[in-house]
């Protein structure tokens, strides 16, 4: 059997080796990048950038210390702590599914990481210690204070999405910072490890001071083992930064719904990156409502591109800025819409699932965190996952835990719970719920507000505390049947989460972060108490100080004092003899 | 932060037949020992020790001698001998012997040993033999340089500050940079090359520290500083005071080292632009430096590498560039070279050093980084430890723990068997012993628990009692002024009854 695995490595290591041997001529990293605009129904756009750098090399071998593409920083840290797949997203704002549909890529508000490792790391915990502290280094952002009361290992919900033979969810850590606030500092670094930096290509739109003038901003990094062919004998690695922002053009625009690059980045596109082998723009120009011609983008597009994203029939005008007829009329290239009728946005299309999620509740005892699941599909039911973490300090009550469907109750089918200990870990609920057809679906859990020691209070702990967005994961039955595509062809924006099979797809969905207020002490109190203590004691002090110290003596009244005087000049009036 | 180091060299003076000086004192084989004193600052002092083993040739070493040239024989003798780390063999040869070509009087070769003409009396022999020694070994300035924390300033020579500071393990990269990819597509076989010439030395400095080597490409990474343009030679010109500001910019990007703690050793490869290319850096005197490269004490080096103009103006863009790493690596090897202190200094005329090979070090160059490091390092210790001291006396009531206490006294027990075996002459373990304490002392120091923000300090807990020590004060004030008043008073009046 250790003859066999030894062969079966000889033969997965022989290509690499041969590989490495023939000189440098043949490129074994290849870089893509692609931004995707969409027209969101509210009169929103989104923007989307994908970075992605492809190497044909193993970076677990450590053999691996000479980069060109793949940044160094990202290679040395997945190759010392045995990282397999790296997922971190940085987002400030809230994607709306309700009035912008189904997001390309969604990411919670704040700090998302999971990261799967490699089955050789012994010691999880260290190794995701480790890397989070390097990553807050690299990333400019407070991941170092992810700890074990926020991490969670998740048993369903997020399954790796590259190469992976097992899934043992020991070797998974997931944790969210809801509280953490995204800004240029987090955006520099990461512009950074673009190859190009922000110098050449579609990077050159990346001007935060637009970037976050905006109502949602979302960066990520994933990192992921692929296949390198259909054979998939080897493994290749593959990063993806991507970018998604959504512009208020609606009450920018003076209530035109009208955009162009140049109106929302401030900046044209005037070249690719000379290191891409691909370099595209994609605008979503599919017809809504069966009204063709609806809008119109200028300059014409080099091509027309089909594909059915999400379940939906959607037509993209492409932009190649890497062939050479684009830049011949002019110099730059300023992508511009305009739409040929105001169009009534009253009816919005609702997504198949979205969710929604508060909290309430009166008083700073208890509450209820209530999460409502919409599937709106006509005639399908699906089963959802649902993740929800809470910190200790909120206790679930997992006795009140109801889930009630089209007012019956619905018993999930799968629950984990994982209890919180006390500054250790917190709440993990995980559920696989069957959502019916046209059904909305309530779960609703009860809690109690756990007191806090003084120093464990945030930073103005009267603002609350958040707890991070529950997650739902589902794959989503599909109105129209989808092709099976082949990744290295089709546009990034389709291609990170893996398709299972032509009649469904897969959505990753985060509600709303919650805001909890926590019965809070008057924190300048300790010091009232001291000043107020010391100053009684002192006065006592003081008054028996002078008992002890002070020699008194009868004094013989000689001319009497202000009372006696004022009493003989009443007398004097009198008439009477003073005193 | 005092500390008395006595280095111990064994030395072996070989005197081949016909070689042995007349005035000897005793007859051979005999002991003799050397002491001379190296003033560092006041409360160190280094005491070198050479002790020194005089003897005859055994019939081996005889055969070996009788090589054809000096290399030859080196080769052979190092075949019988089996020197330790830091221990010195001089085969004294007899004036006529044409071992060593004309006019060359010592013959240092690849391994411990030396060839030494025997010329003049036993005192012009024992100088020269003394100069061989410390030119293996160490001399009164490298041991500064090692201690360059404790020498008071402007007492250093220039080059003194340029060596990397002693660590566990450094982390070499090299970068190439091309701020031009759309008319430079710059290609570099790093990893060929890095096997091929960094290994080898790396793998014999590799008693020294752990060494990790990697390579990247930075594309549109920019020198902080526009060139002037030269019309004589229709060239760019960096000169020499614009240097320092060109790092700057260029650091941000090279990424650093978050994954360990050890320093960095940057080497990068610049590809001036195409519009600004040919890039020459001048000296201080206005000429072009020939290798067209510079380095930055303790950080690295840069080299500016030149990319012909294409015959045909219409050649199509990106020109494809294969960079010549030969030529590439010998100025990195050297700047390395320099880094590590090991640059050799100037010498007699009569000296001749064999050179290293393939390797890139000679055995007693090594020797020389470790006597230089291991005293370096029994420095650092006793500073950390002497801040670690302070700390403690600074805030009264700070927790030791139990494991921070045991790295405390490993660090310590390390540093005396270091200082021991130093005075032993077993440079080796006296290195090894010197990590150790290194390690420990440093594990020590960066406790978490010993972090001084981590205790109330004691200005502080005064103020917050402020509002009690305050008014319990001025009753105690005002009775003391009024005892001073009285006592005041009582003086005067006897005066005035008189």
């Not at chain 1, 809470?390 to 009550?397: I, T």
């Not at chain 2, 950390?384 to 001291?389: G, I, N, W």
Request: neutral net charge.
């Amino acid at each position: 059997m250790a003859a066999v695995g030894a062969l079966v490595q000889l033969l997965l290591l022989l290509p690499a080796v041969l590989e490495a041997a023939a000189p440098g001529g043949t490129q074994r990293d290849t870089l893509r990048e692609e931004l995707l605009l969409s027209p969101l129904p509210a009169g929103d756009v989104a923007a989307t950038f994908q970075f992605r750098t492809r190497w044909d090399a193993d970076l677990q071998r450590g053999a691996v210390s000479h980069y060109r593409l793949f940044p160094k920083a990202l290679g040395r840290l997945v190759a010392a702590l045995g990282v397999r797949e790296l997922h971190l997203a940085l987002t400030q704002g809230f994607w709306r599914t309700q009035a912008w549909g189904q997001p390309p890529l969604q990411a919670p508000a704040g700090a998302e990481l999971w990261v799967w490792f490699q089955p050789t790391v012994t010691d999880v915990d260290k190794a995701w210690k480790e890397l989070s502290n390097i990553l807050s280094g690299i990333f400019c952002a407070s991941l170092n204070f992810i700890d074990s009361t926020n991490t969670v290992t998740p048993t369903a919900s997020f399954k790796p999405l590259g190469l992976a033979n097992g899934t043992d969810h020991h070797l998974l850590r997931y944790a969210v910072l809801p509280r953490e606030v995204v800004c240029t500092e987090n955006l520099t670094p990461w512009k950074k490890l673009l190859p190009c930096g922000s110098k050449a290509g579609l990077a050159v739109l990346l001007k935060a001071e637009r970037l976050f003038h905006s109502s949602y901003h979302s960066q990520a990094v994933h990192i992921r083992p692929i296949c390198r062919d259909a054979s998939c004998l080897a493994v290749s690695w593959e990063l993806r930064q991507t970018l998604t922002v959504v512009f208020d053009t609606f009450s920018s625009g003076q209530g035109k719904k009208d955009w162009s690059l140049f109106r929302m980045f401030s900046r044209t596109l005037t070249d690719a990156c000379p290191l891409a082998s691909q370099s595209k723009v994609y605008v979503d120009i599919s017809p809504k409502n069966k009204e063709k011609d609806l809008l119109e983008v200028t300059p014409p597009p080099t091509s027309i591109h089909e594909a059915i994203v999400q379940g939906d029939k959607r037509t993209y005008a492409v932009y190649d800025l890497l062939s050479p007829s684009l830049f011949n009329t002019s110099r730059s290239l300023n992508v511009q819409l305009k739409w040929k009728r105001p169009q009534d946005s009253s009816e919005l299309p609702t997504p198949v699932l979205h969710a929604q999620r508060y909290v309430s509740g009166y008083g700073l005892q208890t509450g209820e965190i209530s999460t409502l699941i919409y599937n709106t599909h006509p005639y399908r039911a699906f089963p959802v996952i649902l993740l929800e973490t809470v910190p200790w300090y909120l206790r679930l009550y997992v006795h009140t835990l109801t889930i009630i469907t089209k007012g019956k109750e619905n018993k999930p089918s799968y629950i984990h719970y994982q209890p919180a200990q006390d500054r250790r870990r917190p709440h993990l609920l995980e559920m696989l719920i069957q959502l019916p057809a046209n059904s909305v679906t309530k779960i609703t859990i009860q809690f109690e507000r756990a007191l806090l020691k003084w120093t464990e209070y945030t930073p103005d702990p009267n603002h609350g505390f958040y707890v991070g967005s529950s997650v739902l994961s589902a794959l989503v039955p599909s109105v129209i049947a989808m092709k099976d595509v082949d990744v290295e062809q089709s546009p990034l924006f389709t291609s990170l989460f893996p398709s299972s099979d032509g009649s469904s797809y897969f959505v990753r969905l985060y509600t709303e972060p919650l805001l909890v207020n926590l019965p809070t002490p008057d924190f300048s109190m300790p010091y009232n108490v001291i000043c107020l203590t010391c100053t009684v004691v002192a006065v006592c002090y003081g008054s028996f100080y002078n008992l002890l110290t002070r020699t008194f003596h009868v004094e013989e009244p000689s001319r009497g004092g202000l009372a006696k005087r004022l009493a003989n000049i009443i007398r004097q009036f009198r008439g009477v003899p003073p005193l | 932060r005092s500390a008395q180091f006595q280095l111990a060299v064994p030395v072996a003076v070989v005197f081949a037949p016909g070689s042995v000086p007349a005035d000897l004192p005793r007859p051979l084989p005999f002991r003799d020992a050397q002491e001379t004193d190296i003033s560092v600052n006041l409360r160190t002092s280094v005491t070198s020790r050479y002790e020194v083993t005089y003897r005859g040739t055994t019939a081996r070493e005889e055969a070996a001698l009788d090589a054809a040239t000096a290399r030859d024989a080196d080769v052979a003798l190092h075949m019988l001998q089996d020197a330790p780390l830091g221990s010195l063999t001089m085969y004294v040869v007899p004036e006529t012997s044409s071992l060593l070509p004309q006019g060359i009087s010592v013959y240092v070769g690849k391994h411990r040993s030396a060839l030494v003409r025997a010329e003049g009396g036993l005192a012009a022999l024992r100088a020269r033999l003394r100069q061989l020694t410390q030119v293996m070994s160490f001399t009164a300035a490298s041991i500064a340089a090692a201690l360059s924390d404790r020498v008071p300033d402007g007492q250093l020579g220039p080059d003194a500050r340029r060596h990397l500071k002693s660590s566990l393990g450094y982390e070499i990269t090299f970068s190439l940079l091309n701020p031009d990819p759309k008319s430079h597509a710059v290609e570099w076989d790093i990893e060929d090359a890095v096997n091929r010439y960094v290994q080898p030395v790396l793998d014999k400095l590799s008693l020294v520290a752990n060494f990790s080597v990697d390579s990247q490409i930075l594309y549109y990474a920019v020198l902080g500083v526009t060139p002037r343009f030269d019309k004589e030679s229709s060239s760019f010109l960096l000169s020499a005071h614009s240097l320092p500001h060109v790092i700057n910019p260029v650091e941000a990007r090279l990424g650093s080292s978050a994954a360990s703690l050890y320093p960095v050793l940057n080497f990068l490869l610049y590809v001036p632009e195409r519009s600004h290319s040919p890039l020459y850096i001048q000296d201080k005197d206005g000429a072009t430096v020939s290798t067209n490269a510079f380095h930055s004490p303790r950080w690295g080096g840069i080299m500016v590498y030149n990319v012909e103009a294409p015959a045909s103006p219409q050649v199509s863009l990106p020109l494809r560039v294969d960079v010549d790493m030969v030529r590439v690596m010998e100025v990195f090897l050297a700047q390395l070279r320099l880094l590590f202190g090991l640059s050799r200094e100037e010498l007699p005329p009569e000296f001749l050093l064999e050179s290293p090979g393939n390797e890139g070090l000679a055995d007693w160059e090594l020797d020389r980084l470790l006597w230089a490091h291991t005293v370096e390092n029994i420095a650092t210790v006793s500073t950390t430890l002497t801040s670690l001291a302070q700390l403690l006396d600074k805030i009264g009531n700070i927790v030791i723990k139990d494991d921070v206490a045991s790295e405390v006294y490993q660090a310590v027990s390390s540093a005396q068997s270091a200082m021991a075996e130093l005075s032993a002459g077993h440079l080796h373990s006296a290195f090894q012993a010197s990590k150790e304490a290194v390690t420990s002392s440093e594990r020590a120091f960066f406790d978490p628990s010993l972090l001084h923000l981590l205790y109330f300090p004691d200005d502080q807990k005064f103020a917050i009692y402020i509002p009690l020590f305050l008014p319990m004060a001025v009753p105690i004030l005002l009775s003391l002024a009024k005892i001073v008043r009285e006592a005041r008073q009582r003086k005067k009046l006897p005066t005035k009854i008189d």
